[in-house]
């Protein structure tokens, strides 16, 4: 395929349904209203699909998601994020005061690099037994410094009134929690913001209970 035809292509995301990183992607790509088609790798399935030689020479890091598109092929959900809106930024996912950019980033990271990689799938595989226990603890350790963030930065959403990387993050977040049953009345800003991204159509497309490949018994 040549350059041109390459760049002009229908994107592809390689996802699985449950991964909270995945779906990140998939909420930004609905919001932004861009097409594309989706090739489920199923990280349980005959040991984890993602460790195929196909998919490690996709995404050397044997993780998703990845997108190829406009030519080329990205791993890591924000950097994917940060390529669709410095690319296609209507709407914008990023607001433009400095200071609330820097609270959005500030809230994404907390998440993608304080929270979700600790309950990850090939740790709690390391950790054994106690997964549920352990990822139950660095969740709700790291929503307690959350929830005291958002009563400084949040309106409807995260940041302000505005949907925004840092809600992309989120919604995927508490839907880890609730499956690894973390008690979540005391994170009460959290919740809310929660409940009205999950009101937005862009977060019901994208939800992990409406993929192609998600399981009959979790389809919504």
């Known amino acids: 395929m040549s350059p041109t035809a390459a760049a002009a292509a229908k994107p592809i995301l390689y996802s699985y349904f449950r991964s909270s990183c995945s779906w990140r992607v998939r909420i930004a790509l609905a919001l932004k209203g861009i097409s594309y088609d989706l090739v489920p790798v199923n990280l349980v399935k005959d040991g984890g699909q993602q460790f195929s030689a196909e998919f490690k020479a996709l995404n050397p890091m044997q993780q998703v998601p990845a997108l190829k598109i406009d030519g080329i092929t990205l791993s890591q959900s924000l950097a994917i994020i940060h390529y669709l809106e410095e690319t296609r930024p209507n709407p914008r996912l990023l607001p433009q005061d400095p200071k ?121």
């Open 100 to 220: 609330k950019r820097a609270q959005v980033r500030m809230i994404a990271d907390h998440i993608v690099s304080g929270i979700q990689p600790l309950q990850n799938l090939s740790i709690l595989k390391q950790v054994g037994e106690k997964k549920t226990e352990w990822a139950h603890n660095c969740i709700a350790s790291g929503f307690q410094a959350l929830e005291q963030i958002l009563q400084h930065t949040a309106g409807r959403y995260c940041v302000g009134n505005e949907v925004s990387m840092a809600d992309l993050c989120l919604a995927p977040q508490v839907a880890n929690a609730e499956r690894f049953k973390v008690d979540m009345g005391p994170y009460s800003t959290i919740t809310r913001i929660n409940k009205a991204l999950l009101e937005l159509e862009a977060f019901k497309v994208s939800h992990p209970s409406r993929q192609p490949d998600t399981p009959a018994e979790l389809r919504a």
